[in-house]
């Protein structure tokens, strides 16, 4: 079921949200079914800083239970910064380290200062559309140090989940970590970065999506025109 569909959902994304959305994929429509492509979505603040993300279809429960992470993390994070916007973003990434290691077993290192960084154009690391112009850079995640004591269970069901794959840590050995863990991976480096530096890193490296700027491609969308009286 999708999960936006809930009256649930609907209720607290109404009340918390802002929503909107932008096709950044590619995809076909053939009559009225949509064939290819993915979703992700992203929980960010005014200013369009990613507080958190979903990356993947997932169901009305699975939803509703990371936006309420969200609001519920953000709300500490403003009470315990005082403010101060650094304390806010260092909350904010630990708290994804700490959900990484609560739910996937994972421990690694949140990334609480963002040295300046020069964007090259010719980067071979930087997302390009059609033309060749960038679109967002690649985004490195935080380090992984390895698993936790409980991580043997975890790593049992996170072989079984959809969308799971291997991530190397510090001393190069792989553990098989489900789609949601890698964006806390990636979020507890790059929680409160802008959105258009993040969404790529979700959408083509977490989702194996090709990110494009060319319109949806219709195929027969009057298929009735073509049926004999």
Request: charged letters at 25%.
């Amino acid at each position: 079921m999708n999960a936006l569909a809930s009256p649930k959902v609907g209720e607290f994304v109404e009340k918390y949200f802002v929503a909107a959305f932008q096709r950044v994929g590619t995809f076909r429509i053939v009559g009225k079914q949509k064939q290819g492509g993915n979703v992700a979505c992203y929980f960010c603040a005014p200013d369009g800083r990613v507080l958190h993300a979903v990356a993947g279809p997932v169901n009305s429960d699975q939803f509703l239970r990371e936006a309420q992470w969200t609001v519920e993390t953000v709300k500490k994070a403003v009470a315990e910064s005082k403010g101060d916007g650094g304390k806010f973003k260092i909350y904010m990434r630990t708290a994804h380290a700490d959900k990484l290691k609560r739910e996937h077993g994972l421990v690694v290192e949140p990334i609480t200062f963002d040295p300046p960084e020069k964007q090259d154009p010719n980067d071979s690391l930087t997302y390009r559309d059609p033309t060749g112009q960038p679109l967002a850079p690649v985004l490195r995640p935080a380090p992984i140090d390895g698993p936790d004591v409980t991580f043997r269970a975890q790593q049992e069901n996170a072989k079984n989940a959809a969308g799971a794959k291997a991530v190397q840590d510090r001393a190069g050995r792989g553990w098989v970590l489900g789609t949601q863990g890698r964006v806390h991976v990636l979020m507890a480096a790059h929680s409160m970065s802008k959105i258009d530096r993040v969404y790529a890193s979700i959408f083509e490296g977490i989702l194996g999506e090709r990110i494009s700027t060319l319109p949806v491609e219709v195929v027969d969308p009057f298929p009735w025109n073509n049926r004999r009286k």
